[in-house]
Nanobody, 118 residues
Framework: QVQLVESGGGLVQAGGSLRLSCAAS????????MGWFRQAPGKEREFVAS????????SYAGSVKGRFTIARDNAKNTVYLQMNSLKPEDTAVYYC???????????WGQGTQVTVSS
């Protein structure tokens, strides 16, 4: 089992920044691909970003590319999501998730609320 705990959400004005953190415990963190997802009210959960085990391969959703940065610190068992130039449409509950390579994401955090006011 992998336990994931997100933090860093909050209320920010449009154009502002937030950094989300996700602390992992329970298994060897560096074995897992990590991802960030989000779910806005009335919408399905969507992919935001992912990072491979070493941090050398990163993917972003088109809607956040150039504004968000995912990073990981395997020594601290933590993955981050730096969010800049935030827009009201970024408002959502943000979840981190973990998976072994080739698997589906099957470990999820409880989520952290991000609200961007216009």
């Amino acid at each position: 089992q992998v336990q994931l705990v997100e933090s860093g959400g909050g209320l920010v004005q449009a154009g502002g920044s937030l950094r989300l953190s996700c602390a992992a415990s329970g298994r060897t963190f560096s074995n897992y691909v990590m991802g960030w997802f989000r779910q806005a009210p009335g919408k399905e959960r969507e992919f935001v970003a992912s990072i491979n085990r070493s941090g050398g391969s990163i993917s972003y959703a088109g809607s956040v590319k150039g504004r968000f940065t995912i990073a990981r610190d395997n020594a601290k068992n933590t993955v981050y999501l730096q969010m800049n130039s935030l827009k009201p449409e970024d408002t959502a509950v943000y979840y981190c998730a973990a998976k072994l390579p080739g698997d589906s994401y099957n470990y999820w955090g409880q989520g952290t609320q991000v609200t961007v006011s216009s």
